[in-house]
Nanobody, 122 residues
């Protein structure tokens, strides 16, 4: 079983930056990928960024060039640096641990944290 705790959310002006972090604990399996999702009110949860155990990354088109995902495998933590934030980035951000394939696919697990709220004001 894995526990995930997200932090770093808050209120920020459009064009600003924010860094989210996620700490994982429990029975993490070596080789697990990690990812960030977000969910806006009335919308489905969407995949934002993925980082494999080898450090390979993938981003949603909507955040490409603005967000950066990173991880510290030794500490089982993952971060999301968000630059040039827009109002459409508003939502609850969740981290997840799963599997990333060499072909670029990501398979999420059923382990989720409480999420951290990000609100971008215009």
């Amino acid at each position: 079983q894995v526990q995930l705790v997200e932090s770093g959310g808050g209120l920020v002006q459009a064009g600003g930056s924010l860094r989210l972090s996620c700490a994982a604990s429990g029975s993490m399996r070596s080789g697990n990928a990690m990812a960030w999702y977000r969910q806006a009110p009335g919308k489905q949860r969407e995949l934002v960024a993925v980082i494999s155990n080898r450090g390979m990354t993938k981003y949603a088109d909507s955040v490409l060039g603005r967000f950066t995902i990173s991880r510290d495998s030794a500490k089982n933590t993952v971060a999301l640096l968000m630059n040039n934030l827009k109002s459409e980035d508003t939502g609850v951000y969740y981290c997840n641990t799963g599997t990333s394939t060499s072909s670029g696919s990501y398979y999420s697990s059923n382990y989720w944290g409480q999420g951290t709220q990000v609100t971008v004001s215009s």
